[in-house]
């Protein structure tokens, strides 16, 4: 198997790329800077770097580097500043998703491809009932206008949720859903949900990356594990 991942540089990203390397999964990363990976993971046989911006690639681009690929995994995301917040691309997150949903739906595969969204507690299911508190549905409304991260993440998930049924012969999804992330790197015992446990404002609970990292290369060596979760949006929680 021969995953594209992108965010690889990133908090989540580079822990997703150990567990992949772990379960010999080949790995193509695609990076602005080359210097932002580890020496040892570059040097790996099995990992595959492209340098360039990935807002910026072209779905004919994204098709070529999808060519052997069986798995995407995103964990693109927004730096913590003031431009990454406010800054362009806003879209970021879900305009890249959708090319490479386009990229993938313009060179078939022998099997759908298999997407991995790294999105947010704080993203609502459209499609399944969730109990949530009037403070967070006001809170979250004002969040949705002033914080276009969260617009996007929203934007990204839901443009899943919507694919077309053309789309859906192409491309099987899961969108995995942690709740306030925590730095540590190891995987732990950790509690999957089909819809949020706890008001991600208010009662919000903790979710290392090390656990969102082994669930989602989980997902993709486990046929039991996403049949269970593929077209749903599992929320974890450290256990």
């Given at each position: 198997m021969k995953v594209l991942l992108l965010g690889a540089t990133g908090a989540t990203g580079r822990l997703v790329a150990q567990q992949l390397l772990e379960r010999n999964i080949r790995v193509s990363v695609i990076v602005r800077a080359?210097?932002?990976?580890?020496?040892?993971f570059?040097?790996?046989?099995?990992?595959?770097?492209?340098?360039?911006?990935?807002?910026?690639?072209?779905?004919?681009?994204?098709?070529?580097?999808?060519?052997d690929c069986?798995?995407?995994i995103s964990?693109?995301?927004?730096?913590?500043?003031?431009?990454?917040?406010?800054?362009?691309?806003?879209?970021?997150?879900?305009?890249?998703?959708?090319?490479?949903?386009?990229?993938?739906?313009?060179?078939?595969?022998?099997?759908?491809?298999?997407?991995?969204?790294?999105?947010?507690?704080?993203?609502?299911?459209?499609?399944?009932?969730?109990?949530?508190?009037?403070?967070?549905?006001i809170v979250n409304t004002i969040l949705r206008v002033a914080i276009p991260p969260h617009r996007d993440n929203e934007t990204a998930a839901w443009y899943l949720q919507n694919l077309s049924q053309s789309a859906k012969l192409a491309i099987e999804w899961v969108a995995v859903r942690p709740d306030t992330l925590t730095q540590h790197p190891t995987p732990t015992e950790y509690q999957l949900h089909r819809s949020v446990q706890f008001d991600p404002?208010?009662?919000?609970?903790?979710?290392?990356?090390?656990?969102?990292?082994?669930?989602?290369?989980?997902?993709?060596?486990?046929?039991?594990?996403?049949?269970?979760?593929?077209?749903?949006?599992?929320?974890?929680?450290?256990?």
């Open positions: 080359i210097e932002r990976l580890d020496a040892s570059t040097r790996d046989k099995r990992v595959t770097v492209i340098c360039a911006d990935v807002f910026d690639l072209s779905v004919q681009q994204l098709t070529h580097h999808l060519v069986e798995a995407v964990c693109l995301g927004h730096n913590l500043s003031w431009q990454g917040v406010f800054g362009q691309p806003r879209n970021l997150v879900s305009g890249v998703l959708e090319r490479v949903c386009l990229a993938i739906q313009t060179n078939p595969h022998s099997s759908p491809v298999k997407v991995i969204l790294m999105s947010s507690s704080g993203v609502q299911n459209k499609q399944k009932e969730q109990r949530t508190s009037w403070h967070y549905a404002i208010f009662d919000a609970q903790q979710t290392s990356r090390g656990n969102v990292a082994h669930f989602m290369a989980e997902l993709l060596t486990n046929a039991s594990l996403w049949q269970h979760w593929k077209s749903h949006m599992p929320v974890i929680y450290n256990k």
